[in-house]
């Protein structure tokens, strides 16, 4: 088969009220923009109606994967393994980072190895704003200076950079692979890219990260990410 232009990855974990508007709202956005694309959804293993509503959404280039509940970091680099296209998409699928957004992205791409949406108008819990800040920390401390919104669930990367520079450094069972895919593209020479895209508080069904959960990712993602550094650095 041929590889697509686009490769869009999106773990779904619980959304059974959102997600058939959200991936809705993204192809008719795909489609107006004329982009040859296949969109990934990964249910990662979701306790409630979320596997019958992604079935009703499969067609052929909308493409349904499940798994046993393995976390949102490891459900994004398989996504990312398995990504056929000459540019790799990835975002959540809870609608807060509307599809308007991505038209900003795609049309700057050309000259960039990773663009990353900056969320605009983002109204955080304090266990979010937690793992932003400890997130952003460790960044700058392992890499220097780079993005600033390092774990921003929309970004676009060019898929022969995220598959020979990138992936092979970061381990599948990663908690937290996009604050890695941030510091290696500030430790190496990729051209990055950092664009405003507009946010929209949650509509539908709720956030799984709370102040607990988010502290041990913040935890889990400096060790992690430590560890990626003296990979890159040998």
């Known amino acids: 088969?041929?590889?697509?232009?686009?490769?869009?990855?999106?773990?779904?974990?619980?959304?059974?009220?959102?997600?058939?508007?959200?991936?809705?709202?993204?192809?008719?956005?795909?489609?107006?923009?004329?982009?040859?694309?296949?969109?990934?959804?990964?249910?990662?293993?979701?306790?409630?109606?979320?596997?019958?509503?992604?079935?009703?959404?499969?067609?052929?280039?909308v493409v349904v994967r499940s798994h046993s509940n393995r976390g949102h970091g490891p459900t994004i680099l398989r996504g990312y393994d398995e990504a056929r296209g000459e540019w790799v998409f990835q975002t959540d699928s809870d609608g807060e980072l509307p599809a308007s957004g991505f038209e900003t992205l795609w049309r700057r791409r050309d000259l960039y190895d990773l663009v990353v949406g900056r969320r605009m108008g983002r109204r955080q819990s304090l266990g979010r704003l937690l793992l932003t800040i400890g997130s952003r920390t460790v960044i700058a401390l392992a890499f220097g200076r780079g993005v600033v919104d390092v774990n921003s669930p929309y970004r676009l990367m060019r898929g022969s950079w995220l598959r020979d520079q990138v992936l092979p450094f970061i381990p599948p069972r990663t908690a937290v692979p996009n604050i890695a895919v941030c510091g290696i593209a500030s430790r190496s020479a990729a051209r990055v890219l950092e664009a405003g895209v507009p946010y929209l508080p949650r509509a539908m069904g709720r956030s799984s990260i709370d102040l607990r959960r988010a502290a041990q990712l913040a935890w889990r993602g400096l060790f992690e990410t430590l560890r990626i550094m003296r990979a890159v650095r040998r």
């Open 1 to 61: 088969m041929s590889s697509p232009q686009l490769s869009i990855v999106m773990p779904v974990y619980n959304e059974e009220v959102a997600i058939t508007r959200v991936v809705q709202e993204w192809t008719e956005e795909l489609d107006r923009l004329g982009i040859d694309y296949e969109f990934c959804l990964y249910d990662d293993g979701s306790r409630d109606g979320t596997a019958v509503a992604l079935q009703s959404l499969a067609t052929a280039r």
